[in-house]
């Protein structure tokens, strides 16, 4: 019983204090002015931020049951220029209670509802921003008669403009939702909410460690978090800004498709099933416009390298640096850059150079191992330069099809859509492997050297394929034509002339000891000017030309049938037509019936008709 008879009597002291609250919350809302509270407001915001009130709007005090303000139709600016910082639909002014109590005005926290802030970059690197942080660095100076007043910030539904006229950029971010730890009594600042860009949500978290500092350009701890469905972004080190921007520490992106992170950032849709998982961890120094990163793991569709990257902002966009992987898996890029159709014919799929314009690329790649769509090369390496929308991959060596490549391909725009210019040379490579990669076609085996000269103009590949002009050489030893067995075939037919049959030249090989070819490309079609075929016992020249375009021959030929002694034997000539992946040979049917004596006495027969009939006057001419 004595018990409850005290807990009784704390529950009416408790009471009795709430209610003595409420009533000299009542009375000070009643004596104390709204003018006064209004000034006193204003002046602690000027005092803690050193920006300036502008009311344009009306103004609602609220002191019971709790002290609140609103000033409608509010900017922050500047008090020594006039210039305004920020505007907002409202601002809203929460007083502590417990100073209220005593008589004292003071701001809790403030609220900006439906801001609009914009930051605008010139040319120097200075922003209209400029002169708000040198006036809000001055009022943060610790001083004797400093106000200690409110420690957070609230931003409601806010609208964040960013502009640099210098590279065109406008971002605008909405739907801002911030909360700022104000740095009212320690150093350190922080801000964390989310916002939208461009149409995608994003997570954000900034945190300073020594506010003051950062503001007047003195070193100071930064630490920034970006989360968002197109991409993730964290730097964790320092920055400082006198007396011009630099940070330096540990950079980390990382994004589950790279190719919709580009949509996304430049609007245009990207024409590839690769680009997929990216991720990206540096050390970051930042100078100015100029970012250079060190110590870079960098992954891509399951690549990784590493190496060093720098990327230039003070004049155009460049990307410089240089990579190293053990693997290099290129599959999901050529897939999308594929020559020949499933039809076996060029593509006509217009090829788009639009990408390439607005930066520039200085990038140098090596990798031990490099896999390209069915094949693999070895110990590879390729500088790649675009300048002014022009690419240049300069294949430094490259251990390919059991040989050597060298040279460079450099694609440019043009007014036909896409020039190229193609300098290749293979050494010792495996010719089946390398000439059914590039054009389809398998039948010659052996190694060999390819010297590959030529350039054109087109807006597909087509288009290319018809333009072309160049030259292309091959040769190569100790080898063989696989489809086709001529020495059979005219060891058969000189024995018996006749014997000619629809699949006699299809099947098996021609081997070689030697075989020379030299083309010349003119407008897409291939003009052979020394094309041999040389064996112990067999000697085939060609001539004639290929439609590169229509990926066809039209060759006329003699194959020679030797001795020993070198002497011919036997001559046939021959044409070969018809695709490049299914080619017919088909030998001078005349020439083998007169060889043949069995026809001797009919083709003698058929020609003395013909005498007859050209010196006998006809009926017509009687």
């Given at each position: 019983?004595?018990?409850?008879?005290?807990?009784k009597?704390?529950?009416?002291?408790?009471?009795?204090?709430?209610?003595?609250g409420?009533?000299?919350?009542?009375?000070?809302?009643?004596?104390?002015?709204a003018?006064?509270?209004?000034?006193?407001?204003?002046?602690?915001i000027?005092?803690v931020?050193g920006?300036?009130?502008?009311?344009?709007?009306?103004i609602?005090?609220?002191?019971?049951?709790?002290?609140?303000?609103?000033?409608?139709d509010?900017?922050?600016?500047?008090?020594?220029t006039?210039?305004?910082?920020?505007?907002?639909?409202?601002?809203?002014?929460?007083?502590?209670?417990?100073s209220f109590?005593?008589?004292?005005?003071?701001?809790?926290?403030?609220?900006?509802?439906?801001?609009?802030?914009?930051i605008?970059?010139a040319?120097?690197?200075?922003?209209?921003?400029?002169?708000?942080?040198e006036?809000?660095?001055?009022?943060?100076k610790p001083?004797?008669?400093?106000?200690?007043?409110?420690?957070?910030?609230?931003?409601?539904?806010g609208?964040?403009?960013?502009?640099?006229?210098?590279?065109?950029?406008?971002?605008?971010?909405?739907?801002?939702?911030?909360?700022l730890?104000?740095?009212?009594i320690?150093?350190?600042?922080a801000?964390?909410?989310?916002?939208?860009?461009?149409?995608?949500?994003?997570?954000?978290?900034?945190?300073?460690?020594?506010?003051?500092?950062?503001?007047?350009?003195?070193?100071?701890?930064?630490k920034?978090?970006?989360?968002?469905?197109?991409?993730?972004?964290?730097?964790?080190?320092?920055?400082?800004?006198r007396?011009?921007?630099?940070?330096?520490?540990?950079?980390?992106a990382?994004?589950?498709?790279?190719?919709e992170t580009?949509?996304?950032?430049?609007?245009?849709?990207?024409?590839?099933?690769?680009f997929?998982?990216?991720?990206?961890?540096?050390?970051?120094?930042?100078?100015?416009?100029?970012?250079a990163?060190?110590?870079?793991?960098?992954?891509?569709?399951?690549?990784?390298?590493?190496g060093?990257?720098?990327?230039a902002?003070?004049g155009?966009?460049?990307?410089?640096?240089?990579?190293?992987?053990?693997?290099?898996?290129l599959?999901?890029?050529i897939?999308?850059?594929?020559?020949?159709?499933?039809?076996?014919?060029?593509?006509?799929?217009?090829?788009?150079?639009?990408?390439?314009?607005?930066?520039?690329?200085?990038?140098?790649i090596?990798?031990a191992?490099?896999?390209?769509?069915?094949?693999?090369?070895?110990?590879?390496?390729?500088?790649?330069?675009?300048r002014?929308?022009?690419?240049?991959?300069?294949?430094?060596?490259?251990?390919?099809?059991?040989?050597?490549?060298?040279?460079?391909?450099?694609?440019?725009?043009?007014?036909?859509?896409?020039?190229?210019?193609?300098?290749l040379?293979?050494?010792?490579v495996?010719l089946?492997?390398?000439?059914?990669?590039?054009?389809?076609v398998?039948?010659?085996?052996?190694?060999g050297?390819?010297?590959?000269a030529?350039?054109?103009?087109?807006?597909?590949v087509?288009?290319?394929?018809?333009?072309?002009?160049?030259?292309?050489?091959?040769s190569?030893?100790?080898?063989?034509?696989?489809g086709?067995?001529v020495?059979?075939?005219l060891k058969?037919?000189?024995?018996n002339p006749?014997?000619v049959?629809?699949?006699?030249?299809?099947?098996?090989k021609?081997?070689y000891?030697?075989?020379?070819v030299?083309?010349?490309?003119t407008?897409?079609v291939?003009?052979?000017?020394?094309?041999?075929?040389?064996?112990?016992?067999?000697?085939?020249?060609?001539?004639?030309?290929?439609?590169i375009?229509s990926?066809?021959f039209?060759l006329?030929?003699?194959?020679?049938?030797?001795?020993a002694?070198?002497?011919?034997?036997?001559?046939?000539?021959?044409?070969?037509?018809?695709s490049?992946?299914?080619?017919?040979?088909?030998?001078?049917?005349?020439?083998?019936?007169?060889?043949?004596?069995?026809?001797?006495?009919?083709l003698?027969?058929?020609?003395n008709r013909?005498?007859?009939?050209q010196?006998?006057?006809?009926?017509d001419a009687?």
């Amino acid at each position: 019983m004595p018990a409850a008879i005290g807990i009784k009597r704390i529950g009416l002291v408790i009471a009795g204090l709430l209610g003595a609250g409420l009533a000299l919350l009542l009375v000070l809302s009643v004596v104390i002015p709204a003018d006064s509270v209004r000034d006193s407001v204003k002046a602690q915001i000027r005092a803690v931020t050193g920006l300036d009130p502008v009311v344009r709007g009306d103004i609602s005090i609220s002191l019971f049951p709790t002290g609140s303000i609103r000033f409608n139709d509010i900017s922050l600016g500047d008090n020594r220029t006039g210039d305004a910082a920020l505007s907002a639909q409202q601002l809203l002014v929460r007083l502590r209670f417990l100073s209220f109590l005593t008589g004292r005005i003071e701001i809790a926290d403030i609220t900006l509802v439906r801001p609009t802030v914009t930051i605008a970059f010139a040319s120097d690197g200075g922003s209209n921003w400029s002169g708000h942080i040198e006036t809000l660095a001055q009022a943060l100076k610790p001083s004797a008669n400093r106000i200690s007043s409110f420690s957070e910030i609230r931003i409601s539904d806010g609208t964040v403009v960013v502009r640099d006229d210098t590279f065109r950029i406008v971002e605008t971010f909405t739907d801002v939702e911030f909360a700022l730890a104000w740095p009212s009594i320690s150093q350190t600042f922080a801000a964390t909410g989310r916002f939208t860009w461009k149409q995608k949500p994003f997570d954000a978290a900034l945190n300073l460690s020594d506010f003051l500092a950062a503001l007047t350009g003195d070193r100071s701890g930064l630490k920034i978090r970006l989360t968002g469905a197109p991409f993730k972004l964290a730097f964790d080190g320092n920055m400082s800004h006198r007396p011009t921007l630099k940070m330096e520490g540990v950079l980390a992106a990382d994004a589950n498709s790279l190719r919709e992170t580009l949509h996304w950032a430049t609007n245009r849709p990207v024409a590839s099933t690769a680009f997929q998982r990216f991720s990206l961890k540096a050390a970051a120094n930042v100078v100015g416009r100029n970012v250079a990163l060190s110590k870079v793991n960098l992954e891509l569709d399951g690549n990784s390298g590493e190496g060093a990257l720098a990327f230039a902002a003070d004049g155009r966009q460049t990307l410089q640096g240089t990579l190293a992987t053990e693997r290099l898996n290129l599959t999901p890029y050529i897939a999308t850059l594929r020559l020949l159709t499933a039809e076996r014919s060029w593509s006509r799929i217009p090829i788009e150079l639009d990408v390439l314009n607005g930066f520039d690329v200085d990038l140098r790649i090596s990798a031990a191992r490099v896999i390209l769509d069915g094949f693999s090369l070895g110990q590879t390496a390729v500088a790649a330069n675009l300048r002014a929308g022009n690419l240049t991959l300069a294949i430094g060596e490259s251990q390919a099809f059991g040989g050597v490549i060298k040279g460079s391909l450099a694609l440019a725009k043009s007014t036909a859509g896409a020039n190229l210019q193609a300098q290749l040379y293979f050494s010792n490579v495996m010719l089946d492997q390398t000439l059914g990669a590039f054009f389809g076609v398998r039948q010659v085996e052996g190694r060999g050297d390819i010297g590959i000269a030529v350039g054109g103009a087109g807006g597909s590949v087509y288009d290319l394929a018809t333009a072309l002009n160049g030259s292309v050489t091959l040769s190569s030893r100790k080898g063989a034509i696989a489809g086709l067995n001529v020495e059979q075939s005219l060891k058969r037919l000189e024995r018996n002339p006749l014997a000619v049959r629809g699949g006699d030249f299809r099947g098996g090989k021609t081997p070689y000891d030697e075989l020379a070819v030299r083309l010349e490309v003119t407008d897409g079609v291939a003009h052979a000017q020394d094309v041999r075929i040389e064996a112990p016992s067999l000697r085939v020249g060609v001539a004639g030309s290929s439609s590169i375009p229509s990926r066809n021959f039209d060759l006329k030929g003699t194959a020679s049938l030797t001795n020993a002694g070198a002497s011919e034997t036997f001559q046939l000539p021959f044409v070969v037509v018809g695709s490049w992946d299914d080619p017919l040979f088909w030998p001078d049917v005349q020439m083998l019936i007169r060889r043949s004596g069995a026809a001797a006495p009919l083709l003698e027969a058929v020609r003395n008709r013909l005498q007859r009939e050209q010196t006998t006057p006809s009926a017509d001419a009687k």
